[in-house]
């Protein structure tokens, strides 16, 4: 009896064990793997600027676990927060300007960021009803208001850094979430 049970059991525990296996493996959802670090990478590869796009996502802990779409919220949430960033540090340059043609043209910049603010606000409620091309305007507003920023012309040292930083981040943003619709 003894002997029948240690001839059997390493065969059902072998068997046991393929069944766990094959059950544990149908049972994981199709995209385990393009979750984490995997996605945040493969996802950024499709931008035009990954470096930035990886070092923004990676700076929330939430896009460790999100899938596409939970990703693509947090760059348009980074993309609204590097704005409003952004946005003060205009305003300590308005504060600080020394002449009038650099004061005229960074007051234009506020108001322009200023702007932005609430219409990327919206673009993250767009976000929230699915509408992704809603979404997707408003970063490209962002976007634009960079660009007629820096079209003055102005060499500003601190304004061309913050700005491109924020063009990046935006560009990257509008790109992933041209991916969801
Ligand atoms: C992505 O994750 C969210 C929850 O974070 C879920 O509601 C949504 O259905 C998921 N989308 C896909 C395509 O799996
Ligand atoms: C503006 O000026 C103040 C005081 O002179 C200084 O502390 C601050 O760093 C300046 N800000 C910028 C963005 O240049
Ligand atoms: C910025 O916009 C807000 C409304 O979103 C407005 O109340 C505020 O006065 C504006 N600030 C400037 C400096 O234009």
Known sequence: ???QISNISPK????????SIVF???FQPIDAEETGKALIESTC???QYPEECISALESNPGSFTANLTGLTRIAVEKSASKLVETLHIVETLVLNATNYLTWGFLVNCRDTYNISVPQ??????????????????SVEAVNNAVIGCDRQGWTLPIL??????????????????????
């Not at 990327?120 to 997707?136: C, H, M, T, V």
């Not at 700005?163 to 041209?178: E, Q, S, V, Y």
């Open 12 to 19: 059902i525990l072998v068997f046991i064990t393929l069944i």
């Open 1 to 3: 009896m003894a002997n």
């Open 160 to 181: 061309t850094q913050v700005n491109r930083a924020l063009f990046r981040l935006t560009k990257d943003t509008m790109m992933i979430l041209h991916l969801l619709f």
């Open 120 to 137: 990327i606000q919206r673009g993250l409620q767009a976000f929230d009803q699915l509408k992704f091309d809603k979404s997707y305007k």
């Open 24 to 26: 544990n493996n149908y």
């Open 45 to 47: 590869k499709k931008t």
